[in-house]
């Protein structure tokens, strides 16, 4: 999922964890985003999470 250079995105939803596929998610330079929610752990086919930025 790429969100990167998204600058205004604050917060990712409490059920990302439905997007039971994901591979890749990238929030290069999302520069407005506080913190991940917990939910985020639940991802067990995440290999790569982009926090550059």
């Known amino acids: 999922l790429n ?3 998204c600058q205004s995105l ?9 997007l ?7 929030l290069y330079t999302c520069r407005s985003l506080k913190a991940l929610p917990e939910s985020i752990g ?3 086919s ?3 999470l982009n926090l550059y930025g």
């Open 46 to 48: 995440l290999v790569k």
């Open 10 to 18: 604050e917060a990712l939803p409490e059920s990302i964890d439905n």
């Open 3 to 5: 969100l990167r250079d």
């Open 20 to 26: 039971n596929s994901l591979v890749d998610l990238d």
């Open 42 to 44: 639940n991802l067990n």
